[in-house]
Nanobody
Framework: QVQLVESGGGLVQAGGSLTLSCAAS????????MGWYRQAPGKQRELVAT???????NYADSAKGRFTISRDNAKNTVYLRMNGLKPEDTDVYYC?????????WGQGTQVTVSS
């Protein structure tokens, strides 16, 4: 059974930092490209950052320079370090694991940034 469990969300003041974690089980983690996405109520889910199985990263323009995605294959975990948080970063953040045409999603973690 595949599980992606996000943690680390919460309430933070503008300018603050959070680190999200996504622990994977039931997959050969090192083979999967991993990603973080965000979604507001009534809106489409959108890319925040991805990291390939080889360690290459990609960021949405809104995340560049503020967020850092990383992975620890020994711990089957992907991270998203978020600095300089803004109220517009408030969303539910989801973890995704991708291998070829297979996609798995976590249940999401709420990030709320107060002004």
């Amino acid at each position: 059974q595949v599980q992606l469990v996000e943690s680390g969300g919460g309430l933070v003041q503008a300018g603050g930092s959070l680190t999200l974690s996504c622990a994977a089980s039931g997959i050969i983690f090192s083979r999967y490209d991993m990603g973080w996405y965000r979604q507001a109520p009534g809106k489409q889910r959108e890319l925040v950052a991805t990291i390939t199985s080889g360690g290459s990263t990609n960021y949405a323009d809104s995340a560049k320079g503020r967020f850092t995605i990383s992975r620890d294959n020994a711990k089957n975990t992907v991270y998203l370090r978020m600095n300089g948080l803004k109220p517009e970063d408030t969303d539910v953040y989801y973890c995704k694991a991708k291998y070829n045409y297979i996609n798995y999603w976590g249940q999401g973690t709420q990030v709320t940034v107060s002004s």
